[in-house]
């Protein structure tokens, strides 16, 4: 069974279908933004020109179409994070596997992950940096102190910088990554990790298996 709580301002816009809510453009300026759209499953779609305050699954995909604007946080346990060209999120966006994909988008706050990658495309902007997360274990866990068995993936995330991106604040990380910065793109602080530059468009194919 699944469950999705959609607070009642987004009734009359948000439709659910195929297992994926869905809230389209509010084209009237008069409108309020959505309070919040929170679900345990489902993937969330936040239209074109769309705005809400936060987004939140716990086990779906969050897609950010072309210039939607979410006032808080978007976060998703285990689903990929997509920000199409143009979108923005003044919050932070985290999730704890899945592959967070940032395409021409700007983010407010802190952009982090354990096991997903990160892909932050061409003139993207970051303005609070970026931290992945040291693999969850099955034993004792508190805050950065984890004594057990690791679960999750093995395999470093990948995380690329693309040309003329802007990633602000400290670029963190606290497990093995591969990390591949474009020659054109402006980074700051790198803790946990040696950049690999790259001059071409697209990134170079991955070397790290584990």
């Known amino acids: 069974m699944r469950f999705a709580f959609i607070p009642w301002v987004v009734l009359s816009t948000a439709a659910v279908a195929a297992g994926?809510?869905?809230?389209?453009?509010?084209?009237?300026?008069?409108?309020?933004?959505?309070?919040?759209?929170?679900?345990?499953?489902?993937?969330?779609?936040?239209?074109?020109?769309?705005?809400?305050?936060?987004l939140e699954s716990v086990g779906g995909s969050i897609t950010l179409r072309r210039d939607a604007h979410v006032r808080g946080d978007v976060e998703t346990g285990r689903g990929d994070l997509v920000l199409e060209p143009?979108?923005?999120?003044?919050?932070?966006?985290?999730?704890?596997?899945?592959?967070?994909?940032i395409?021409?988008?700007h983010v407010g706050g802190l952009v982090s992950t354990t096991d997903g990658d990160i892909y932050v495309g061409p003139d993207s902007r970051l303005d609070r940096g970026?931290?992945?997360?040291?693999r969850d274990v099955v034993g004792l866990s508190l805050f950065d102190l984890k004594l057990?068995?690791?679960?999750?993936?093995?395999?470093?995330p990948r995380v690329v910088i693309g040309p003329r991106a802007k990633v602000m604040g400290t670029l963190r990380?606290?497990?093995?990554?591969?990390?591949?910065?474009?020659?054109?793109?402006?980074?700051?602080?790198?803790?946990?990790?040696?950049?690999?530059?790259?001059?071409?468009?697209?990134?170079?194919?991955?070397?790290?298996?584990?």
């Open 20 to 54: 994926e809510v869905t809230v389209p453009c509010s084209c009237d300026e008069s409108h309020e933004p959505a309070e919040a759209v929170e679900t345990m499953t489902r993937d969330i779609s936040l239209g074109a020109n769309s705005r809400a305050e936060s």
């Open 86 to 101: 143009g979108s923005e999120i003044s919050g932070k966006l985290s999730n704890n596997s899945g592959t967070i994909r």
């Open 148 to 156: 057990g068995v690791p679960v999750g993936r093995s395999t470093p």
């Open 103 to 105: 395409d021409g988008a």
């Open 173 to 210: 990380f606290k497990r093995k990554v591969e990390l591949l910065v474009s020659e054109s793109a402006t980074i700051e602080r790198v803790e946990g990790a040696t950049p690999v530059m790259f001059a071409t468009e697209e990134p170079p194919p991955s070397v790290i298996t584990n």
């Open 130 to 134: 970026i931290l992945v997360h040291s």
